[in-house]
């Protein structure tokens, strides 16, 4: 009567594809186009042009873009995917400070890096284990994004701006124009 | 001295090694699993015509999907007998369809969980509860078929607590939500006859849930007064993280049946409790929730970097802020025993303003 049987897994397995190399950093950010890609969450519009603002006292950019994503929860939809990646040189998305866009905004990073542009992914440091499972299941253990400190929402201007001297410099080094 | 058991016999040691390897990989919500073998899934898969690898729910941004095979290996670990089975799979097809679900929700620092409610001649068959403690324990249906779907977010598509779930709190609800509707004491037609299916069909309703909150009115009959206490429980500032809010409505037994006797049907008390669910602009200003957020229309205070006027400021009467878009956003089931004037309301995320999309037929047996 007695059977002995193996057990089954009952996972499911990740069916992620495509390359986990960053795109190509530029020599110089010199007449670049940076794309500032926004997710919708309260303030990340704040936080990019924050951001955006001290790139442009520092380097020769050549045009900043705006873009939003309909929805904050899941990665950019293929078609502004491709509008992005055909418009800019360089992008830089926010902001990941809830448990489904903390994933979708690496995920996000992920995309475009494999699509050939470096981009720079934004969540609050209170969403790091989320990020980095992101990262994974997409196939990209290593992706490096920044982390600033939570909360982002509830900030007035002059704290987001406070927020992003604190990650400058990780910023800069994530696009290669450190120095 | 305990009493000892003559029959069956059991080898304790190997059962409980097998539910230790199963803890030990986190395949699991912390409770003991069943262990599932290739047997045994098998009788599963004989409770349904769909195909093993048909897929039932995909999160494409996860990179998973739950497949048939995999809801019942899951379904089988939750502890669900094989019969419950057709439920479970009409429960993923509810899932399917709901706008939450695939977009992240639960990885969602809100903290949802997935409520099912389950109507018709299923119920009876494999013995869900609609009765009394119909959200509490004790029924191996409504506990197993709940479980089945959280067992499925966790191995299916990897939404562990503190990785991809980041919910802040949770809710207890993440364990199992599953109840049946007391169809037999409701004056009304059922959920999913109200919604275009046949009584004799069996359905699961899926829902995603937050909140569950306890409506004591056991003095009264009048229904304006059992609208009245409904809507101030649904308006209540604390769960306005959007512009408006939607709920779910499960009416005891005694209340559904008072609201009955003074002749209103589920419209008039949707249409009701939708009246009177409004807060003043000066309860809102109070909490810093007056204006809305530009893009996502979540509630912040009017000075927010972000801030725009909500709609109701805009409308004719500015001061009273509607905390619902339409009578729609809320649905009325009944369960519960039949002693007592208690009520609950579930709060909701999920369509606000239209019928649930969130309903599938459950297989008949026989097929």
Redesign the interface.
């Known amino acids: 009567m007695t ?1 002995r ?12 594809a495509g390359g986990n190399s960053l795109a190509p950093r530029p020599a110089s950010l010199r007449g670049l186009t940076v794309g500032l890609l ?1 997710n ?4 990340a ?2 936080l990019l042009a924050e951001i955006a603002a001290e790139l442009k006292s520092r380097y020769d950019i050549g045009e900043f873009r705006t873009y ?1 994503k309909d ?5 950019v939809k293929p078609d502004l995917l491709a509008q992005v990646v055909a418009d800019c040189d360089m992008v830089i998305t926010a902001v990941g400070d ?7 905004t690496v ?1 996000d990073g992920i995309l475009l890096e494999r699509a050939g542009v470096p981009a720079v992914s934004v969540v609050s440091d209170s ?1 790091l ?2 990020a980095r ?2 990262a994974r ?3 990209f253990p290593g992706f490096e994004f920044i982390a600033v400190h939570h909360p982002v929402a ?1 900030l ?2 002059d704290e ?1 701006r406070e927020r992003v001297q604190g990650v400058l410099p990780d910023v800069l080094r994530v696009i290669g124009a450190e120095a | 001295m305990s009493a000892i058991i003559d029959e069956p016999l059991a080898d304790a040691a190997e059962i409980r090694s097998a539910m230790e390897f199963y803890a030990e990989q986190e395949w699991t919500d912390g409770l003991p699993v069943v262990p599932v073998t290739e047997s045994y899934l098998n009788e599963f898969l004989s409770a349904t015509s769909r195909g093993p690898q048909e897929v039932l729910f995909a999160v494409s941004h996860l990179n998973r999907e739950c497949t048939v095979r995999l809801a019942a290996i899951n379904a089988a670990m939750a502890g669900c007998r094989p019969e419950y089975f057709p439920v479970v799979v009409a429960a993923w097809d509810a899932i399917a369809k709901e706008p939450y679900p695939k977009r992240g929700i639960w990885q969602s620092t809100t903290g949802t969980a997935p409520l099912l409610i389950v109507n018709g001649p299923v119920r009876g068959r494999i013995g869900l509860n609609s009765q009394g403690n119909v959200f509490g324990s004790g029924f191996r249906a409504n506990a197993t078929i709940g479980r089945a779907i959280r067992l499925t977010c966790i191995n299916v598509f990897g939404l562990q607590p503190h990785q991809l779930d980041q919910a802040t709190q949770g809710t207890l609800a993440k364990y199992s939500a599953c109840i049946a509707e007391n169809e037999e004491e409701s004056p009304w037609a059922p959920l999913h006859v109200e919604y275009g299916l046949d009584p004799a069909d069996s359905a699961v309703t899926a829902l995603v849930i937050r909140s569950c909150l306890h409506i004591e009115a056991r003095h009264t009959r009048a229904p304006e007064q059992l609208a009245l206490d409904l809507a101030n429980t649904i308006r209540r500032t604390g769960a306005l993280i959007h512009e408006t809010t939607s709920a779910l409505v499960v009416l005891g037994p005694e209340h559904a049946q008072a609201f009955a006797e003074a002749g209103w049907g589920k419209d008039d008390v949707r249409q009701a409790i939708y009246d009177r669910a409004v807060n003043s602009r000066a309860d809102l200003v109070a909490v810093g929730k007056e204006a809305i957020s530009r893009h996502t229309r979540w509630r912040v205070p009017a000075d927010h970097p972000d801030a725009i006027p909500d709609r109701a400021s805009q409308g004719a009467t500015p001061d009273q802020v509607p905390a619902l878009i339409s009578p729609n956003a809320i649905l009325v089931a009944v369960a519960g025993a039949r002693n007592a004037g208690v009520s609950t309301v579930m709060e909701t995320f999920g369509v606000r303003g239209d019928a649930p999309s969130s309903i599938a037929r459950v297989e008949q047996p026989g097929r």
């Open positions: 059977v049987e193996k057990l089954l897994n009952p996972t499911g397995s990740d069916a992620a926004g919708t969450k309260p303030n519009e704040v939003t929805y904050f929860g899941t990665p809830c448990g489904s866009c903390s994933a979708a995920a969403f284990l989320s499972a992101m299941v997409q196939g509830s007035s201007v987001l």
